[in-house]
């Protein structure tokens, strides 16, 4: 909402706004790094970095709302179109943390950044009409065929931990046998 409100309201343009966005995802990334020595997000077991965290959550999502409607709108390459582009741009980093050309933290930040423009581009698609170059859902309907999705493969990381590292899986699981034994013992 912010970048719209920015465009709609106070009429910057969203090049101005993405730029202007670029910038404050920078410095809340480069504030963090500094403090923390760390942008680990498997290492937010403080309240500062959960702070900065969220900090980083919120000027994503401006971002990426302000670079999705710049691609969609102003270089007039319509919704499908800019989702198809960030499908693309997500694997670069995708691809990279795979196969290791670039750091897990950096590969997990850059995908996470392009999470916001790739998903609204597709949503302003399923849910703006055909006149303006979209499928005409309308965003009643758009919420659910997304969410269901969404929370299915939320769901599914939760009980199967694929998202977490080895060590920690390895960890909680020592640290629940633990206290299986200690209740075990009557401790």
Same mark, same amino acid.
């Given at each position: 909402?912010?970048?719209?409100?920015?465009?709609?309201?106070?009429?910057?343009?969203?090049?101005?706004?993405?730029?202007?966005?670029?910038?404050?995802?920078?410095? $809340?990334?480069?504030?963090?790094?500094?403090?923390?020595?760390?942008?680990?997000?498997?290492?937010?077991?403080?309240?500062?970095?959960?702070?900065?965290?969220?900090?980083?959550?919120?000027?994503?999502?401006?971002?990426?709302?302000?670079?999705?409607?710049?691609?969609?709108?102003?270089?007039?390459?319509?919704?499908?179109?800019?989702?198809?582009?960030?499908?693309?741009?997500?694997?670069?980093?995708?691809?990279?943390?795979?196969?290791?050309?670039?750091?897990?933290?950096?590969?997990?930040?850059?995908?996470?950044?392009?999470?916001?423009?790739?998903?609204?581009?597709?949503?302003?698609?399923?849910?703006?009409?055909?006149?303006?170059?979209?499928?005409?859902?309308?965003?009643?309907?758009?919420?659910?065929?997304?969410?269901?999705?969404? $929370?299915?493969?939320?769901?599914?990381?939760? $009980?199967?931990?694929?998202?977490?590292?080895?060590?920690?899986?390895?960890?909680?699981?020592?640290?629940?046998?633990?206290?299986?034994?200690?209740?075990?013992?009557?401790?």
């Amino acid at each position: 909402m912010a970048a719209d409100v920015f465009h709609v309201v106070a009429g910057v343009p969203y090049t101005v706004s993405t730029v202007m966005f670029c910038a404050a995802l920078a410095g $809340v990334l480069t504030a963090w790094y500094v403090s923390e020595k760390t942008l680990s997000i498997h290492s937010i077991r403080t309240r500062r970095r959960e702070t900065f965290y969220w900090a980083t959550v919120l000027a994503t999502f401006a971002l990426g709302t302000a670079i999705g409607d710049l691609t969609a709108g102003t270089l007039n390459l319509g919704y499908l179109s800019s989702g198809i582009l960030f499908a693309v741009a997500i694997a670069a980093p995708a691809l990279s943390g795979r196969f290791a050309w670039l750091s897990p933290v950096a590969a997990f930040w850059s995908a996470y950044i392009l999470t916001r423009p790739l998903g609204a581009s597709f949503a302003d698609w399923l849910g703006v009409p055909a006149g303006r170059g979209g499928v005409g859902w309308g965003t009643g309907p758009v919420t659910p065929a997304l969410l269901v999705p969404i $929370v299915a493969l939320v769901g599914y990381l939760a $009980v199967s931990c694929k998202d977490t590292p080895a060590e920690q899986r390895t960890a909680a699981g020592a640290a629940g046998r633990q206290t299986k034994t200690s209740q075990g013992a009557g401790i």
